[in-house]
């Protein structure tokens, strides 16, 4: 079966930065949306971000969770067919297990994930 792959995952001291990266097992379209989830032991997948496969009128179409706050920023290249997610003064609650997922066609593509862990 054909998946979106992750990769950057890793252990990362409390205020520190760490870059995913997702490479879609597709092409990035206009009606692509890219996104990562994360979950936490014990807790339900929540979102983090989105971003739409096309940028219009300089507006690249992301979403954020309301823990963000300003702290992650998703981005695409699509030459690349990747997606990042650039996440700084990062928390112990932090921690989890990072999904990639590719949005296309009605159809939802989950990567195996990436595991942050967030030290105090």
């Known amino acids: 079966q054909v998946q979106p792959v992750e990769s950057g995952g890793g252990l990362v001291q409390a205020g520190g930065s760490l870059t995913l990266s997702c490479v879609a097992s597709r092409s990035i379209l206009s009606s692509t949306t890219m996104g990562w989830y994360r979950q936490a032991p014990g807790k339900q997948r929540e979102l983090v971000a989105t971003i739409a496969g096309a940028t219009i009128a300089g507006n690249m179409g992301t979403k954020y969770g309301d823990f963000v706050k300003g702290r992650f920023t998703i981005s695409k290249d699509k030459d690349k067919r990747t997606v990042y997610l650039q996440m700084s003064s990062l928390k112990p609650e932090d921690t989890g297990l990072y999904y990639c997922?590719?949005?296309?066609?009605?159809?939802?593509?989950w990567g195996q994930g990436t595991q942050v862990t967030v030290s105090q």
């Open positions: 997922l590719e949005r296309q066609g009605g159809y939802e593509y």
